[in-house]
């Protein structure tokens, strides 16, 4: 009689749990079976002028004769000058290195996209390395726009809302992400907007994304990034690394429920500036 009941239990056990859908860790990435090779050429060239105004920058100086040194102001020398505006914070030719939060080093980011064209490729070596320059008004909502871009069209490192992220909101309790990919540029303080970006380009699915979200401490030479939300409030910002299939930098707005959704404990990440000749 007791084993009967003991068949009858085991028997309830199993049907609920096969009435039950098992529970599937989050998936951060399409399938690999839709990427393709982003259409693009790396970004070589020299910045431009029109590219330089277009980011805040000043224009290139231009070169000019020596003269010989007068002892005499002129009225124009003497004239009072006007104070010039300060510049916004560049650093040409900076490469990332990144960190995990107890110290231990990824190495420096690479000039390479992942197969679903965002960064997270890393390399031992500066030389090569994805090389960065901020600009914008202030210390902080700064652009970074990458001199050897792998993509020409998509030259700033902004962050790329997640394939699975329901919404582009960041929020205590809510696992919502983002990838740093090859973006254009987008207003400061303006919440992810939608168009092509590196990661559109090598999976064909849609990706909103924002560029100016970088700030740039240049005594520490840390480097931090904020997350804007779809009504303009900055909650919170975590970097995660996604060492597995993904090998991509992630942000989010709230660490444990990403790595509880992923099934996956994702390191936390620091990045520096380490500025290069």
Known sequence: MRFALNLIAALAVATTALAQPSRRALSLNPDASVVHPIDDV????????????????????PRTLRRPHSRTPTRVHGAP???????????????????????????FVAAAFNKYGEYGL???????????????????????????????????????????APDDDFSHGSWNYAFL???????????????????????????????????????????????????????????LYANDVNQGILLTGDKDALR???????PEITLTCVPCN
């Not at 509880?260 to 994702?266: I, L, M, N, Q």
């Open 42 to 61: 790396p970004n070589t060239g020299p910045i431009t002028n029109a590219k330089r105004f277009a980011m805040h920058l000043p224009p290139i100086t």
């Open 81 to 107: 000058r006007s104070e010039s505006s300060p510049l916004p914070p560049s650093v040409a030719k900076c490469n990332i290195l990144a960190k995990t939060a107890d110290g231990n080093s990824l190495g």
């Open 122 to 164: 890393f390399q031992g070596s500066p030389d090569g390395a994805l090389e960065v320059m901020f600009t914008g008004v202030s210390g902080s909502r700064l652009d970074m726009y990458a001199n050897n871009s792998p993509s020409t069209s998509h030259p700033f490192v902004g962050a790329i809302s997640g394939f699975s």
């Open 181 to 239: 990919g090859g973006v254009s540029q987008t207003p400061p303080g303006s919440g992810a907007v939608a168009g092509e970006n590196t990661f559109v380009m090598a999976t064909g699915f849609d990706g909103n994304y924002q560029s100016a979200i970088w700030s740039y401490d240049s005594t520490s030479q840390a480097i931090a990034a904020q997350w804007i939300n779809v009504d303009g409030s900055a909650p919170s910002t975590y970097m």
């Open 260 to 266: 509880t959704a992923a099934e996956v404990d994702y």
